[in-house]
């Protein structure tokens, strides 16, 4: 991990394993870190491992799928912090449901939360961007090949790929713009669809194990570094060589 000091970064999803973990390797790097997320007792009990001072962290009780929370998220991250470096949009469900029997509300859940926190958040942090800034999208597998009952998932994930690629336009020289999808990485997320078909999944991973989500993290920091200063526009697929199956 490169030196970040003196950076902010910005994230949605914080409580989750990825999230937690992409928080806990930019603050071991320097960085400040504005942190959201809906379960909010969890986040703060996290954020004071991470500095019980609260002076490098923010826990904010973020409602990923409402526009005016995430504006008043980075209102809250830019009066702590001054400026944003680092946007990581990573909230995110992953309900299980045939696209047949999907009700309105279960479509546009995954939508709200998935697709639309990711633009409300992007949106409001792009006034506070300073010049070299980073934005990472975190899509999935499921976003290149799809997923069999999870189709609202997949297709906001495929939708991040378009939007990441439509950031690099629009940002210009002042931000890049990239993006990260996950294979089959262990966490709570995907405890239901391990124990249902863990072993096909292994089986068709060239690595032959699931994905850790700090394996997830490093790449989103790599993406943010000065490594990858003429990265943009690209997608890292972190699944162990299972998207090529």
């Given at each position: 991990?490169?030196?970040?000091?003196?950076?902010?970064?910005?994230?949605?999803?914080?409580?989750?394993?990825?999230?937690?973990?992409?928080a806990?390797?930019?603050?071991?790097?320097?960085?400040n870190?504005?942190?959201?997320?809906?379960?909010?007792?969890?986040?703060?009990?996290?954020?004071?491992?991470?500095?019980?001072?609260?002076?490098?962290?923010?826990?904010?009780?973020?409602?990923?799928?409402?526009?005016?929370?995430?504006d008043?998220?980075?209102?809250?991250?830019?009066?702590?912090?001054?400026?944003?470096?680092?946007?990581?949009?990573?909230?995110?469900?992953?309900?299980?449901?045939?696209?047949?029997?999907?009700?309105?509300?279960?479509?546009?859940?995954?939508i709200?939360?998935?697709?639309?926190?990711?633009?409300?958040?992007?949106?409001?942090?792009?006034?506070?961007?300073?010049?070299?800034?980073?934005?990472?999208?975190?899509?999935?597998?499921?976003?290149?090949?799809?997923?069999?009952?999870?189709?609202?998932?997949?297709?906001?994930?495929?939708?991040?790929?378009?939007?990441?690629?439509?950031?690099?336009?629009?940002?210009?020289?002042?931000?890049?713009?990239?993006?990260?999808?996950?294979?089959?990485?262990?966490?709570?997320?995907?405890?239901?669809?391990?124990?249902?078909?863990?072993?096909?999944?292994?089986?068709?991973?060239?690595?032959?194990?699931?994905?850790?989500?700090?394996?997830?993290?490093?790449?989103?920091?790599?993406?943010?570094?000065?490594?990858?200063?003429?990265?943009?526009?690209?997608?890292?697929?972190?699944?162990?060589?299972?998207?090529q199956?």
């Amino acid at each position: 991990m490169t030196d970040f000091s003196g950076k902010t970064l910005i994230l949605s999803g914080a409580n989750g394993a990825i999230g937690r973990e992409i928080a806990r390797q930019f603050h071991s790097a320097g960085a400040n870190v504005a942190l959201g997320d809906f379960a909010i007792d969890g986040l703060r009990d996290f954020a004071a491992e991470l500095d019980s001072s609260g002076a490098t962290v923010l826990a904010f009780p973020l409602d990923a799928a409402s526009s005016q929370s995430n504006d008043d998220f980075v209102a809250a991250a830019v009066s702590q912090f001054g400026s944003l470096d680092f946007v990581v949009p990573a909230a995110g469900i992953y309900p299980e449901q045939g696209i047949a029997e999907m009700t309105n509300e279960q479509w546009s859940r995954v939508i709200s939360i998935n697709l639309d926190g990711v633009f409300y958040l992007i949106r409001a942090a792009i006034p506070h961007l300073n010049d070299d800034a980073a934005i990472v999208n975190i899509s999935s597998v499921a976003g290149h090949r799809g997923s069999n009952r999870h189709g609202h998932y997949a297709a906001t994930k495929g939708a991040l790929l378009a939007l990441t690629r439509s950031l690099t336009w629009e940002l210009g020289s002042k931000a890049r713009a990239n993006c990260v999808s996950p294979g089959i990485i262990e966490t709570s997320m995907t405890t239901d669809l391990v124990a249902a078909r863990g072993d096909v999944l292994i089986a068709a991973t060239p690595l032959g194990r699931l994905g850790q989500a700090s394996e997830v993290a490093s790449v989103v920091g790599f993406l943010c570094s000065p490594a990858a200063s003429f990265v943009n526009g690209e997608t890292i697929q972190v699944n162990g060589g299972l998207h090529q199956i």
